[in-house]
């Protein structure tokens, strides 16, 4: 495999695990108002920018391309886009770990397969590709599995606190709250499972709107790593359109269009610029190592890139107190994480 590539494809997966972090910076600013930013940011200045500045006829190229791929590929970004809504919604039913174990896993996996059975021939080295996703899908399973144990376990530490009462003589349990009932955890993981599948169009929109890429290629004599910038602003158009309806309806909704001006809130905005630059950083620098693959980049590159960047921001999990008080749960992790590596170098080893 090209050094390049594998290289692109790890500084990818660093950008993918780390713009996450933007997420826990959103105060004091209300969540539309930080999304339009960021929204702004990753899905249409910074590729457009950087996609110009490679390839200056960017504009004239996908002017001059099939209308029906251009179609085709800004619809995938568009139900992408409704896939990054249910992740959400999915949240509320099931909780963060087993959505994100379940929206990992099926997005590197359909993202991976569709583009595969959408070629004219399958690859010689099938098996081999299927063996790597197969594999990835276990290791994010098992990380799924310790997150949700470590939440149990974080949980059960909370639960055992001890708490003084005012004349300080006395520790009491602390009194039991009356919550309200589980949303139904089936429905949790019905929407988990409709975002992955929605999530890991992104890749599929990416991987239809390679004729765009091919023509900057053919006509206009660009890099190929360079032409891939082009066809993702293609598949951001129609990601940013869903992306940008949504907020403005929690904008009208919340009633919150005077929020953007809310005090102290500077931290904020910067962390949403950063995880706009670092998102399509991931997606940019992964179109061109897929690109370095050849036909079998999207194939491939594309579950590499989510393997390694679940790794990644576990890391910065770990670092940021995420997996205090569960030391078993994170040694599943570890153990999922082990897993994952191998998965990767079964898929590395079939683009050789």
Known sequence: MN????????????????????????????WENW???????????????????????????ISESDSNVLMMAMLFGFLWGIGGILFGVSVEYTGVSITYGIVMGLA??????IPMFQMEELPANFNTVIAGVGLLL?????TAVAGVKRDKAQKAVSEDTMIMEDDGDVLVAPPKVETTPKKSIKTGVAIAVACGVLSALLNVGFSNAAPVAELAVSKYNVDPKDASLVAWVVV???????????????????????????????????????????????????????????????????????????????????????????SQPFKVLLGGLAVLIVAICILGYSNL
């Open 3 to 30: 050094l390049l590539a594998i290289t692109l494809i790890l500084l990818a997966s660093f950008f993918q695990g780390t713009f996450g972090l933007g997420m826990k910076h959103i105060s004091p600013l209300k």
């Open 35 to 61: 999304w339009v930013v960021h929204a702004l940011v990753a899905m249409i200045i910074f590729p457009i920018a950087w996609a110009v500045f490679a390839v200056p006829e960017t504009f004239t190229i």
């Open 108 to 113: 590197a996996s359909v993202g991976s397969l």
């Open 138 to 142: 276990v290791g994010v399973a098992i």
């Open 236 to 326: 951001l158009i129609g990601a940013f359109a869903m992306n940008a309806l949504y907020a403005v309806y929690k904008l009208v909704v919340n009633n919150s269009w005077g929020d953007f001006s809310t005090p102290n809130s500077t931290k904020a905005y910067t962390w949403a610029i950063l995880a706009g630059l670092f998102w399509f950083a991931a997606l940019g620098v992964y179109g061109q190592g897929a690109a370095l693959m050849g036909s079998l980049g999207p194939v491939i590159g594309w579950p590499m890139m989510l393997g390694l960047a679940l790794i990644i921001s576990n890391v910065w999990g770990y670092r940021e107190g995420e997996w205090k008080n569960a």
